[in-house]
């Protein structure tokens, strides 16, 4: 116990960049769970100190109103709802903003992988010579399972133009209000995508994360509208797309099938979640690869990073 909480102490503060005071609580936290002494307590008194030091960190109030502002990246302040909070900070926050944030924007190999052993589930960038899966200024981008706008906002502050899609009414209001902040470049469109138009029905977690058309999370339902890709792009005539990132519970591989015709005709980077059914990995890069074969694609614990290299 006592070696591999010190090892994800360190890791959290080495490489998380928890400050000391969130690294100490933590280190306690597991102490008195694994001792049974007022474990409750001080995993509350945990907790409280990340809260607190995050509103102090990304929190800012102006005419827009009272928002995370991470380095241009803006989204709603959520911080009154606690399990959309952990969320954020414990999840989306180290796989969307961390490498942002604390190093540099720099996605390189060797960065992302040693990142990669310790994240939730990774990164949504990786770079290794010509091969680039990044988001430029300039870019159009499809942000499949938008949630409340996480990426969105960071890829619009890096100059890009995101179609965002999120189809659960809940988080669509918090994406919506993320659009209002980060200005004309953020679109939030209230569909899921996938291999056909129509509606379907999809399962909602509790916590309201993991919402998914294809896993059933034991709780109740809602009805939805989905779309394909390139509907999407032949309905809005859009000129080209040149990055695409998925995280959509299980759904990745229909929406790629919805995606053919953009994957053969613009060949976006691609990035994409591989780790909600078994076999993900060589399914989604099956389907990439039959769409077109230039793709190179590269594979990390919990995700794929897809490009066709240009000379």
Known sequence: MQESLFYNTLVGFQY????????????????????????????????????????????????????FNIKGAKLPDISNNEDIFKFLIFDCFEDVFLIFAYYGDNYDR?????????????????????????????????????????FAAYAVSKGAIVYAFEPVETSF??????????????????????????????????????????????NRKETISITTIDKFVEDNKLSRVDFIKADIEGAERYMLQGATNVLKTFAPKLAICTYHLPDDPEVLERIIKEANPEYTVVHLRKKLFAAVIKN
């Not at 933590?26 to 607190?52: C, D, H, Q, S, T």
Request: a neutral charge; glycine letters at 10%; charged letters at 30%.
């Open 173 to 218: 209001n918090l994406l919506c209000e993320s659009e209002r902040l980060n200005g004309k470049n953020f679109h939030s469109i209230k569909k899921g995508l996938s291999n056909k138009e129509g509606e379907t029905s999809i399962s909602l977690e509790k916590s309201g994360v993991g919402d998914s058309i294809v896993l059933d999370r034991g």
């Open 16 to 67: 998380k960049k928890w400050t000391l005071s969130e690294s100490i609580a933590y280190f306690i936290k597991g102490a008195a769970r694994e001792l049974n002494i007022m474990p409750v307590f001080l995993g509350k008194n945990y907790f409280k100190i990340v809260f607190r030091n995050w509103r102090r960190k990304w929190l800012v109030q102006d005419e827009s109103g009272t928002y």
């Open 110 to 150: 060797a960065t992302v992988e040693k990142l990669d052993k310790f994240l939730e589930e990774g990164t949504y960038g990786y770079t290794d010579g010509k091969f680039d899966v990044t988001v430029k200024s300039g870019d159009v981008v499809i942000d499949a399972g938008a949630w409340i706008g996480d």
